[in-house]
C-alpha cells in the first residue's frame, strides 16, 4: 500500500489514558471505562481511529473540535464482545490541533475521558479546490483524480484523501453498504478493492472468469455487486474486411454475492452483432472492443440499463431473464428521439435513472461540445424526449470518461472527464454550482456523498 510523505510524517496524537476509576464508572458498578489509544489514519493526515475499551457500556460516541469552534459528533461505534469499540476521527483540518472527548452510551451516558489530537500537512499533490456560486446541497463530493481520490466540502476544502496514482485512471466510487471501492491498487491485481473509511482494504471484487473493468462496480446495500467484465474472443472479420481472427472484447455484466460468488451473468455476445459498431470497416483492424461497456444503472422497475460506449448505446435488460427490453442510441436505436437539437448521443458515459420513465447521461460526443443530458423515455410509444441539456462551454470537450449523478431535489451532478469541469445543476438542467481549479484534470468520476462517516452513508440510503 502506498502512502505520501506526509503520511510518513504522520499524525501527531496525545491521547489522555486512563485507567479504570469509580469517577467514570455508571449507576451499573459492571461500568468501567479502561483506556483509549490513539493511532494515527492509515491513509492521510486528516483522520484518526481512536480504540477505546470499556466494560458495561453499548456504544462509544466522540464529540472533537478545534479551539473556537462548535463541537462535532461521530455516529455510535458499538462495542464487540472483546469491550473495544475503534471509532474513526474524520474529516480534520491539516496543521490543527484537536480536542477530543470520549462520549460512552448506554445505559446512561458519561464523558469519560479528553484526548488531543494534531494533524499533519497535506501532501503537494492534494489540490487547491475553489466552488464558484451557492450550494445547499449538504454533503461532500468525491473527484477522482489521476493522483489519488480526494474529498471536499461544500468550500472546496480538501477533507479526504488516498495518493493512489494509476496510468490509466482513477475511479473511486462510495456505495450504499457504507464501503469505498477504488480500481487498480495493486499494479499486479487488476481488480477493485474494498475500503473503510479510513481507506483500510478490507476485501477485493474481481470478475469471475473473466478480465475486471475499471469503469463502473456497484455495491448494493446487501454487499452484492454488479461489476463490468472483458470478454475477449477471437473472431473472424473476413466476411466485413478484416482479418479472419481478430481479439474482438465484448462486455459482460455479473452479479456477485458478497462473498464473490457468481449469480448472474449477462453476455452482450449473445445479443449483439459484430456489425453492431458505429464502423463497420474492419480492414487492418488488430483487435477490437467492440462492446466498451462503461456504465450500471438501477431502474426503478428492477430492470437494469447497461451504457455501451463504442456502441453509442444505452441497452435495458430484464434483470430475472436477461431479455434486451430496448436499445436506445447507434445503429440498432429503435426510439424516435423527440426535441434533441444534436439528433442523438455518442460515447456516453455516466447513464442514471432520475425516476420512472427518466434517465440522464453525459453525452461525450465526437466533437464539442459534451452535454449533460435528460430523456424521458416512453417504453410504449418507442419515443425519447430530451427535457434539457447543459453544455458548459462550446469548446468544452471531453472524449472519454465524465459521469453523472442524480440528487434527491431533481438537480444532478456531471464530471466532464478530461476538461475537469465539475458542475452540479438544478432540476431543469441550469447551472447553480460549479469547482474551479481543476480544470484541464482528469476527474474520471465525482460523486456526492452525504457523510464521510460509513454508518451515516448507510443510513442516509
Same mark, same amino acid.
Given at each position: ?141 468525491? @473527484? +477522482?483524480?489521476?493522483? #489519488?481520490?480526494?474529498? =471536499?466540502?461544500? $468550500?472546496? !476544502? %480538501? *477533507? ?76 473472424? @472479420? +473476413?466476411?466485413?474486411? #478484416?482479418?479472419?481472427? =481478430?481479439?474482438? $472484447?465484448? !462486455? %459482460? *455484466? ?146 472519454v470518461g465524465g459521469s453523472t449523478q442524480v440528487y434527491g431535489d431533481g438537480g444532478g451532478l456531471v464530471s466532464f472527464g478530461r476538461e475537469g469541469r465539475v458542475v452540479e445543476v438544478d432540476d431543469m438542467g441550469i447551472k447553480r454550482w460549479e469547482l474551479t481549479g481543476i480544470d484541464e484534470a482528469y476527474v474520471f468520476r465525482a460523486q456526492r456523498i452525504p457523510s464521510l462517516y460509513a454508518a451515516e452513508r448507510t443510513a442516509a440510503q
Amino acid at each position: 500500500m502506498r502512502k505520501s510523505a506526509a503520511l510518513a510524517a504522520g499524525i501527531a496524537l496525545v491521547a489522555g489514558l486512563a485507567g479504570a476509576c469509580s469517577d467514570n464508572t455508571g449507576p451499573d458498578t459492571s461500568q468501567q471505562y479502561l483506556g483509549s489509544q490513539v493511532t494515527p489514519g492509515p491513509v492521510n493526515v486528516l483522520s484518526a481511529e481512536i480504540e477505546i475499551r470499556a466494560t458495561g457500556y453499548d456504544s462509544v460516541v466522540l464529540l472533537y473540535a478545534r479551539a473556537g469552534e462548535d463541537s462535532r459528533r461521530t455516529p455510535a461505534y458499538a462495542f464487540g464482545p472483546d469491550s473495544m469499540a475503534h471509532p474513526a476521527l474524520l474529516g480534520l483540518a491539516a496543521n490543527s490541533l484537536y480536542t477530543v472527548e470520549v462520549l460512552l452510551l448506554g445505559p446512561g451516558e458519561s464523558i469519560a475521558d479528553t484526548l488531543e489530537a494534531s494533524t499533519g500537512t497535506l501532501p503537494d499533490w492534494v489540490p487547491s479546490v475553489t466552488p464558484v456560486g451557492t450550494d445547499t446541497t449538504p454533503g461532500y463530493l468525491i @473527484l +477522482s483524480i489521476p493522483e #489519488g481520490p480526494v474529498i =471536499v466540502d461544500n $468550500t472546496g !476544502t %480538501v *477533507v479526504w484523501y488516498r495518493t493512489d496514482p494509476d496510468p490509466t485512471l482513477v475511479n473511486f466510487q462510495a456505495h450504499p453498504s457504507g464501503e469505498y471501492t477504488v480500481f487498480g491498487l495493486n499494479a499486479e491485481i487488476r481488480a477493485y478493492s474494498i475500503l473503510d473509511e479510513l481507506g483500510r482494504v478490507t476485501g477485493q471484487i474481481e470478475c469471475v472468469g473473466f478480465g475486471t473493468r475499471p469503469h463502473e462496480i456497484r455495491v448494493l446495500p446487501d454487499g452484492a455487486a454488479l461489476a463490468l467484465c472483458d470478454d475477449t474472443r477471437v473472431e473472424d @472479420l +473476413s466476411p466485413y474486411g #478484416g482479418s479472419d481472427s =481478430v481479439p474482438v $472484447t465484448w !462486455t %459482460v *455484466v455479473q452479479r456477485l454475492s458478497s462473498d464473490g460468488t457468481l449469480e448472474w451473468e449477462w453476455f452482450t455476445a449473445d445479443h449483439f452483432e459484430l456489425t453492431d459498431g458505429p464502423s463497420n470497416n474492419f480492414e487492418g483492424v488488430e483487435a477490437l472492443n467492440l462492446t466498451h461497456g462503461n456504465s450500471i444503472a438501477l431502474d426503478t422497475d428492477g430492470n437494469l440499463l447497461f451504457s455501451f460506449r463504442n456502441l453509442d448505446e444505452i441497452t435495458k435488460v430484464d434483470a430475472a431473464s436477461g431479455a434486451v427490453i430496448w436499445r436506445f442510441g447507434g445503429t440498432r436505436n429503435e426510439f424516435t428521439i423527440v426535441g434533441d437539437p444534436k439528433g442523438t448521443f455518442e460515447r456516453q458515459h455516466g447513464t442514471r435513472v432520475v425516476g420512472p420513465g427518466v434517465i440522464q447521461l453525459l453525452d461525450n460526443s465526437n466533437e464539442a461540445p459534451s452535454r449533460f443530458l435528460r430523456y424521458e423515455i416512453d417504453e410504449g410509444a418507442l419515443t425519447a424526449t430530451l427535457l434539457w441539456e447543459y453544455i458548459d462551454g462550446a469548446g468544452i470537450h471531453t472524449p472519454v470518461g465524465g459521469s453523472t449523478q442524480v440528487y434527491g431535489d431533481g438537480g444532478g451532478l456531471v464530471s466532464f472527464g478530461r476538461e475537469g469541469r465539475v458542475v452540479e445543476v438544478d432540476d431543469m438542467g441550469i447551472k447553480r454550482w460549479e469547482l474551479t481549479g481543476i480544470d484541464e484534470a482528469y476527474v474520471f468520476r465525482a460523486q456526492r456523498i452525504p457523510s464521510l462517516y460509513a454508518a451515516e452513508r448507510t443510513a442516509a440510503q
